[in-house]
């Protein structure tokens, strides 16, 4: 009797490999989609250059068409004024032979005429001549002008063929237009994939420049970091590492698949988590030399795009509107329905400042996206909230009192809601309500959003420990995917639907 295999459960390297086999075919499929698109894009390119041309000769033609108008006109003319010539030209000589005739005593016998036959017959002679050539003026008149209909007719003729024509490859750009927008549609839903696959938290891990020569931190590759104290070693695994070398460039570029995505249509979160001086600010606003992701972001035109900005502090549970030159009235966050209005104040991109704000406050920024293809004539619309939260350190650490204190307890107590609403993104009941911060994240933290969270570490050894903790906190949330997003597409106006 044969014995029956236990029945083993797969293993996690066997899943992981099979979630990086369907990551790997939907990029294969991403890729070709991109080839298609821009294959399409050029041979819409190619199609109006052809209506371009065709729009150029009609008019040439129609121009055409009117100088042998006028021409024809021009000629009818001529041969009219030509014809009153002939005319008056008769009735001299008939006048002249009839003064001649009178001049002539009428005589019973006539045998000599008393004038000369001479005159006469020359006077005969020139009115024949100029029956001949009168003759041959006006039939060479009708000849030009029987050409001339005749090439009008062609003209309008071909006129009518080139019209046809256009019509025919308007009919063709409409076609391929359709094709673009299918074609594009699909490679946004297969890029979403893409996004998901990867997970739709992503959270990556940036160590601090320093100077000091010892640090607590090794970076052995982009995903792992090592934290060394006191000979223990402690690793870290995160879906991108940036170590010192790292420049805000490298940081930006990490982010801008999320950030794409954002104007594909989806709300987009872009957070900066870790201890006070571990570079939070630096990575999100970054200095005038060296922007950081904010600015990048706003900088970055993937389609032709309008943005609004709104601004806000959250310093001991109050809101303030940093873009609000007053600040008299007192702001709240209301609830509609499922979103959260971000929205106070609204100002262009060109707008954003560098501020120095207080470390014991959260810094978001929200950037209002509108993309529209011009080829597709899709519109998307999404929200990008860029958030430079307030130093993470514990209270027992800052060893806080007095104002400290309130300030201290604010921030943990946002900071600790942060991580339960991670923690619980996949539950029934999300607590949002927890915090102001969460509060006003939740339309960026919740089921239709990616999020992207940096969790900025200091190297130095005095920091150890906060380096740990944030760390902790980071893998944490790595631990959870939000819910699969839903896009915000609206067809453009004035523009058809796709088919
Ligand atoms: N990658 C880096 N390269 C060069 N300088 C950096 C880098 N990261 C941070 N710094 C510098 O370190 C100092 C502290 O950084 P930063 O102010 O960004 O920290 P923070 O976490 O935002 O602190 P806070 O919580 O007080 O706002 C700043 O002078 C900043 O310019």
């Given amino acids: 009797m044969t014995s029956q295999p236990p029945c083993q459960r797969p293993s996690h390297s066997l899943s992981l490999s099979r979630r990086r086999d369907g990551w790997w075919s939907v990029r294969q499929a ?29 008019s040439y033609l129609a121009r055409e068409v009117r100088y042998r108008n006028e021409v024809i006109q021009h000629l009818n003319q001529k041969l009219a004024e030509l014809e009153a010539d002939q005319q008056e030209a008769r009735e001299k000589i008939r006048s002249l032979l009839n003064r001649q005739a009178l001049a002539v005593p009428p005589s019973k016998n006539i045998a000599q005429p008393t004038v000369g036959i ?28 029987t050409d001339m209909k005749n090439q009008l007719e062609q003209l309008k003729g071909a006129v009518g063929k080139m019209t046809l024509g256009e019509q025919e490859v308007a009919k063709e750009v409409e076609e391929l237009r359709s094709l673009y927008r299918k074609e594009a549609v699909e490679r946004k839903t297969l890029f979403n994939k893409l996004l998901e696959l990867q997970g739709n938290i992503r959270v990556f891990c940036r160590c601090r420049m320093t100077t000091a020569s010892s640090s607590c931190l090794e970076t052995p590759d982009d995903q792992e970091v090592v934290v060394v104290q006191k000979g223990n070693r402690k690793k870290f695994q995160f879906d991108k590492i940036f170590p010192q070398s790292r420049t805000q460039e490298d940081v930006f570029a990490g982010t801008v698949p999320v950030i794409t995505s954002c104007v594909d249509g989806y709300n987009v979160c872009i957070l900066a988590y870790g201890q006070t001086g571990s570079g939070k600010t630096y990575t999100m606003m970054g200095s005038k030399e060296n922007p950081g992701v904010n600015i ?41 329905g499922k979103s959260v209005s971000l929205w106070v104040r609204k100002l262009t991109i060109n707008s954003i400042v560098f501020l120095s704000l207080s470390s014991r406050s959260h810094l978001v920024v929200a950037l209002e996206v509108e993309g529209s293809d011009q080829v597709s004539g899709l519109t998307s619309r999404g929200t990008l909230t860029l958030c430079d939260l307030a130093g993470s350190e514990r209270i027992s650490k800052t060893e806080a009192e007095g104002q400290r204190l309130v300030e201290a307890a604010a921030i943990n107590k946002s900071l600790t809601a942060l991580g339960q609403v991670h923690q619980g993104c996949n539950a029934l ?40 903790s944030t760390l902790h906190f980071g893998s944490t949330i790595r631990q959870v995917s939000l819910g699969k997003a839903a896009q915000n597409i609206v067809p453009a106006k004035n523009n058809k639907t796709d088919k």
Wanted: proline letters at 3%; charged letters at 30%; aromatic letters at 6%.
């Fill in 118 to 145: 001479g005159p006469f017959r020359q006077m005969s002679r020139l009115t024949r001549e100029m029956n001949v050539s009168n003759k041959q003026l006006r039939s060479t008149v009708h000849q030009a002008l």
């Fill in 30 to 58: 991403l890729l070709e989609r991109d080839r298609v698109i821009d294959n399409l894009k050029q041979k819409f390119h190619n199609k109006e250059k052809e209506v371009d041309n065709l729009l150029q000769r009609n």
């Fill in 296 to 336: 990048r972001s706003g900088q970055l035109t993937l389609w032709s795009f309008r943005e609004n900005i709104s601004m806000l502090e959250i310093y001991n549970e109050n809101l303030n509107d940093l873009l609000r030159k007053s600040s008299d009235a007192a702001l709240d966050i209301r609830v509609q």
């Fill in 429 to 468: 009941h999300i607590p949002f309500r927890n915090s102001k911060l969460t509060l006003l994240l939740q339309p960026c933290l919740s089921g239709d959003a990616k999020c992207c969270v940096f969790v900025n570490v200091s190297p130095d050894i005095k920091d150890v420990a906060e380096t740990l």
